[in-house]
């Protein structure tokens, strides 16, 4: 009997709790639904239909990596730099923000939905951030390839 009322309790207590945070979330604007803050992109419309995207995205950046990093095929339709440039959100700096705030695009469903994004890891979160990263890439890139060059002529002797 003393089981049974432990047990009863335990769930009428995880049942309140339950009601109290789902109380406690913030309701957005679209029709009293609990759904993510997402920013809506620069141009008239998306590389595809929203969702599309919103189902597969991490499909197409995958594919997208794949052939980038293993054939050399640069395309920029699904690309993540052509996703960050046109889903940038300005925070009050008037610079965009990082995928640490909530605010940045992919934070916000991310985060929503518990899912881990690993992209940010290696790519900037933000447009010009990535400009940077570049020109940087750019001068390691030519003097990786000095290096290997003055490193085959010696292979050769």
Same mark, same amino acid.
């Given at each position: 009997?003393?089981?049974?009322?432990?047990?009863?309790?335990?769930?009428?207590?995880?049942?309140?709790?339950?009601?109290?945070?789902?109380?406690?979330?913030?309701?957005?604007?679209?029709?009293?639904?609990?759904?993510?803050?997402?920013?809506?992109?620069?141009?008239?419309?998306?590389?595809?239909?929203?969702?599309?995207?919103?189902?597969?995205?991490?499909?197409?950046?995958?594919?997208?990596?794949? /052939?980038?990093?293993?054939?050399?095929?640069?395309? *920029? +339709?699904?690309?993540?730099?052509? #996703?960050?440039?046109?889903? @940038? =959100?300005?925070?009050? /700096?008037?610079?965009?923000?990082?995928?640490?705030? *909530? +605010?940045?695009?992919?934070?916000? #469903?991310?985060?929503?939905? @518990? =899912?881990?994004?690993?992209?940010?890891?290696?790519?900037?979160?933000?447009?010009?951030?990535?400009?940077?990263?570049?020109?940087?890439?750019?001068?390691?890139?030519?003097?990786?390839?000095?290096?290997?060059?003055?490193?085959?002529?010696?292979?050769?002797?």
């Amino acid at each position: 009997m003393n089981l049974w009322r432990t047990t009863r309790c335990a769930a009428l207590t995880a049942l309140l709790l339950l009601v109290g945070v789902c109380a406690s979330v913030p309701v957005s604007a679209g029709g009293g639904a609990l759904t993510p803050t997402i920013a809506k992109g620069k141009g008239d419309k998306c590389v595809a239909p929203t969702e599309y995207m919103r189902r597969n995205h991490m499909d197409l950046l995958d594919h997208q990596r794949d /052939d980038t990093v293993i054939d050399g095929i640069r395309t *920029e +339709r699904f690309s993540l730099k052509g #996703c960050v440039s046109c889903h @940038a =959100v300005k925070g009050e /700096d008037g610079r965009a923000v990082t995928v640490k705030d *909530e +605010r940045h695009f992919c934070a916000s #469903c991310h985060l929503y939905a @518990a =899912v881990n994004m690993d992209c940010f890891d290696c790519h900037a979160s933000r447009p010009d951030e990535a400009k940077k990263l570049g020109a940087l890439r750019k001068k390691s890139h030519a003097r990786d390839m000095a290096v290997l060059k003055d490193y085959l002529k010696g292979a050769e002797r």
